[in-house]
């Protein structure tokens, strides 16, 4: 079965500093990984997706992770926070059909 | 193109009721799937519908239960509330290309349902 943590509840950056949100996996088998992002009262928004086509995934708004096997890591970077940034974010694992959620972690950016 | 829609947004119930939720997903997207969300426990997967059939399901007592119907809108039914029901209720669609690759899953605004 696969299982995703997300180290960080919460993390407090400054505007235009970097951004680093970290998530570890487990699974048995190759992966299915993806980055969600929730701004208040409102629906959950798709970042990125790691299809094993590229280590390296470019998402949505600035925002990249990096897919690390022997770390079994996929943390969520980018490299200068908005204040728009600020929101939850969720490391989820799983097929399309049953996503399996990290319990999120709170950015928040101080101007 | 419309996105997920779901119905209604706020909803305020009494214990021991049942509540209906209704989610009209992305057009042409087959898999429907239903996510309750709540502080405590976080996002935690109910179950999947695909062709008016269920697919997946979750660890949810069977007081949760849902169907889909051939346009592919889905209800979720809740019977016999209890206050720890009291959560957000999300519905995500996604196309389902039968090959294994995952496609990106649409997730709707949520029904809020708190349970007195």
């Known amino acids: 079965a696969q299982s995703v943590t997300q180290l960080d509840s919460h993390v407090s950056v400054s505007e235009g500093t970097p951004v680093l949100l970290r998530c570890n996996y487990s699974s048995s088998y190759s992966p299915s990984l993806f980055w969600y992002v929730q701004h208040p009262n409102k629906g959950l928004q798709l970042l990125l997706k790691y299809t094993s086509a590229a280590t390296l995934v470019k998402g949505i708004n600035g925002f990249e992770a990096e897919f690390k096997k022997s770390e079994t890591s996929f943390h969520l970077t980018k490299p200068s926070a908005h204040m728009s940034d600020a929101a939850e974010y969720f490391c989820v694992g799983g097929s399309q059909g049953n996503l399996i959620f990290g319990k999120g972690t709170k950015l928040s950016v101080k101007p | 193109k419309a996105g997920v829609t779901q119905t209604p947004r706020y909803l305020i119930k009494t214990r021991g009721q049942q509540v209906t939720l209704s989610c009209s997903p992305i057009s042409g997207h087959r898999s429907v799937s239903w996510y309750q969300q709540t502080p405590g426990q976080g996002l935690q997967f109910l179950f999947e519908?695909?062709?008016?059939?269920?697919?997946n399901k979750g660890n949810f007592p069977g007081r949760f239960s849902g169907r889909q119907f051939s346009n592919s809108r889905s209800e979720m039914n809740v019977s016999t509330l209890e206050l720890g029901d009291s959560a957000l209720y999300l519905c995500?669609?996604?196309?389902?290309?039968?090959?294994?690759?995952?496609?990106?899953?649409?997730f709707g605004q949520g029904t809020r349902l708190t349970v007195v």
């Open positions: 995500a669609s996604s196309l389902d290309p039968g090959t294994g690759v995952n496609t990106e899953a649409f």
């Open positions: 519908y695909f062709s008016e059939t269920q697919r």
